[in-house]
T-cell receptor
Framework: GENVEQHPSTLSVQEGDSAVIKCTYSDSASNYFPWYKQELGKRPQLIIDIRSNVGEKKDQRIAVTLNKTAKHFSLHITETQPEDSAVYFCAASLYNNNDMRFGAGTRLTVKP | NAGVTQTPKFRILKIGQSMTLQCTQDMNHNYMYWYRQDPGMGLKLIYYSVGAGITDKGEVPNGYNVSRSTTEDFPLRLELAAPSQTSVYFC???????????????FGPGTRLTVL
C-alpha cells in the first residue's frame, strides 16, 4: 500500500518568512495529493490539492509543487503570518479511490 | 448546514467495554470515513463507505466495526476496548471525486477516547 513520509516534523519561522514542507510517496500510481491544516484542538481542513497532471498549483500565499519522477511534493507558504501556525498534513491517493494515506504532520510555528 | 457532527466529544472506557461513536452528515455526501489520530501522528483510515450498505476496510480496521444503513449516518463500533484504541477519532465525508472540487473531505470535530 501507499506510504507517505513528511518532513520536517516541526518548523519554526519568523513572520514574513517562507515555509516549505516536503512529502514523499511510494506508490507511483497515486495521482491526488491534498494538504490539510489542523489548528490546535480543531478538525483538519483542506487548504490546497493537486492532481498528477499538474506540476504546480497556487492559491494566494500557498502553493504546492509535484515531482512525479521523484515521487515527492511540497507545500510552500509565503509571507507567513501567526495565524498560519498549525499542524499541516500531506496525503496521497488515487483520485477516485478513497483509501487516502496521510503523512505524520508538520507543526509550523510562526513567530511574530 | 451543520456539516459533519460527531458524538460524544469525550469518553473514557474501561478495558473490555464497548461503545458506538456516532457520525452524521447533512451534505448528502455519498462517501464517509473514519480515521484515528494518535498523539503527534497523522490520520489513519479505519473504515470507509462509498454509499448506504457498502463499507470497506482501511489501513487499521482491527478492533472496529461499521455500518451504513443511511446516507447520513456512519457509526463506528468498538466491541472490546483496549488501551491501544486510546486516540482521537475523526469522521469525514466527501462527494465522489469531482474534477473541479477534487476529493475534499470534510471532517467532524472529533471524539477523544481514552481506554483505561
Amino acid at each position: 500500500g501507499e506510504n507517505v513520509e513528511q518532513h520536517p516534523s516541526t518548523l519554526s519561522v519568523q513572520e514574513g518568512d517562507s515555509a516549505v514542507i516536503k512529502c514523499t510517496y511510494s506508490d507511483s500510481a497515486s495521482n491526488y495529493f491534498p494538504w490539510y491544516k489542523q489548528e490546535l484542538g480543531k478538525r483538519p481542513q483542506l487548504i490546497i490539492d493537486i492532481r498528477s497532471n499538474v506540476g504546480e498549483k497556487k492559491d494566494q500565499r500557498i502553493a504546492v509543487t509535484l515531482n512525479k519522477t521523484a515521487k515527492h511534493f511540497s507545500l510552500h507558504i509565503t509571507e507567513t503570518q501567526p495565524e498560519d501556525s498549525a499542524v499541516y498534513f500531506c496525503a496521497a491517493s488515487l483520485y477516485n479511490n478513497n483509501d487516502m494515506r496521510f503523512g505524520a504532520g508538520t507543526r509550523l510555528t510562526v513567530k511574530p | 448546514n451543520a456539516g459533519v457532527t460527531q458524538t460524544p466529544k469525550f469518553r473514557i472506557l474501561k478495558i473490555g467495554q464497548s461503545m458506538t461513536l456516532q457520525c452524521t452528515q447533512d451534505m448528502n455526501h455519498n462517501y464517509m470515513y473514519w480515521y484515528r489520530q494518535d498523539p503527534g501522528m497523522g490520520l489513519k483510515l479505519i473504515y470507509y463507505s462509498v454509499g448506504a450498505g457498502i463499507t470497506d476496510k482501511g489501513e487499521v480496521p482491527n478492533g472496529y466495526n461499521v455500518s451504513r444503513s443511511t446516507t447520513e449516518d456512519f457509526p463506528l463500533r468498538l466491541e472490546l476496548a483496549a488501551p491501544s484504541q486510546t486516540s482521537v477519532y475523526f469522521c469525514a465525508s466527501s462527494y465522489q471525486y469531482r474534477a473541479l472540487s477534487g476529493n475534499e473531505q470534510f471532517f467532524g470535530p472529533g471524539t477523544r477516547l481514552t481506554v483505561l
